[in-house]
């Protein structure tokens, strides 16, 4: 069978059945596409064609291209779940991916914020932004509530629940989850709220000064430009508030389960890196505090 056709059958899988988020899915079908690519190039049209010494080779080409090694990684994940699907459904007797690792790589730790820069961040955006309570909301719901971009940006009303003081989440995978909202974070959402006026459940929770639903890179720009202003951290994406959240929550004794569920995390490892920036937190504190360091 022809790769481009099984791609299509494997992405129409992960759409229609196993429910992944438009986000995931166009990233499966960027990577598979260069994969294609690559293949066609060669003349490898059939994917049983394609043998284990041939995405050596693809992976050689990526390397050769300067790629990094995180994003090498992740195509090759996207290629074996491709070949995964193929063996599962008899469309190829041998998987040619399975004995292939992932090249080694140097575990990078998320950079954090403290709380002290997010609230520098709401000074200047009282002073200087035409839609301050927009501001605010944005960064409180991402470091208050720990949530994806992609998260903020599909609220609507009815998601908010002020008075048990919780946010309902549609994460990765379609899944719902339940977050808890802090009184101050409370107390920031009902102050846009106030500003926004009236909302039929069904109506996004959130929209821009031009009133359409809030999209990620209109979040990202908001973000990245007021913690560029009080910040001289490396990353200035919305990510690194929750990061930040995630790192804080554990500085303060959280339990690392309770952590990965506010998260939405799939797998507790994927919650234990926060433990790593914590460590480092507390190793950076003893050096420059203690005597004996």
């Known amino acids: 069978m022809e790769i481009r056709k099984v791609s299509k059958l494997y992405l129409s899988e992960l759409q ?3 429910r992944y988020s438009w986000n995931t899915i166009k990233s499966y079908e960027t990577d598979m596409e260069d994969f294609i690519l ?6 490898r049209n059939e994917i049983e064609s394609i043998s284990e010494k041939f995405i050596k080779s693809y992976l050689a080409h990526l390397n050769e291209k300067d790629l990094n090694k995180k994003s090498i990684s992740r195509k090759l994940a996207v290629i074996r779940s491709l070949f995964k699907y193929s063996f599962q459904r008899d469309i190829i007797k041998i998987n040619p991916s399975t004995d292939i690792h992932n090249p080694k790589t140097k575990r990078e730790l998320p950079e954090v914020i403290s709380t002290e820069v997010i609230l520098s961040a709401y000074r200047e955006a009282e002073k200087n932004d035409e839609y301050p309570e927009l501001v605010k ?6 470091y208050g509530c720990a949530i994806r971009v992609s998260e903020l940006c599909g609220l609507n009303r009815e998601d908010l629940d002020l008075s048990g003081q919780t946010l309902k989440v549609l994460g990765k995978g379609n899944k719902n989850r339940i977050v ?12 846009y709220l106030a500003v926004r006026g009236s909302i039929k459940r069904k109506e996004p929770l959130i929209i821009t000064g031009t009133g359409r639903r809030i999209y990620p890179r209109f979040v990202y720009r908001i973000i990245n430009k007021y913690l560029s202003i009080v910040s001289d951290a490396k990353k200035k994406s ?20 309770a952590v990965k569920e506010i998260l939405g995390h799939e797998n ?4 234990q890196i926060y433990t790593h920036v914590s460590i480092e937190r507390l190793k950076s504190t003893y050096k420059k505090s203690h005597p004996k360091s």
């Open 268 to 271: 507790l490892s994927t919650t």
């Open 238 to 257: 919305p990510h690194v508030l929750r990061h930040s959240a995630a790192t804080h929550m554990l500085d303060n004794g959280a339990d690392l389960r």
């Open 137 to 142: 909301v944005m960064f409180e719901l991402l």
């Open 180 to 191: 808890p909202i802090g009184n101050q974070s409370i107390q920031i959402i009902v102050n």
């Open 38 to 43: 690559y293949c066609v190039n060669y003349s």
């Open 16 to 18: 229609n059945i196993k």
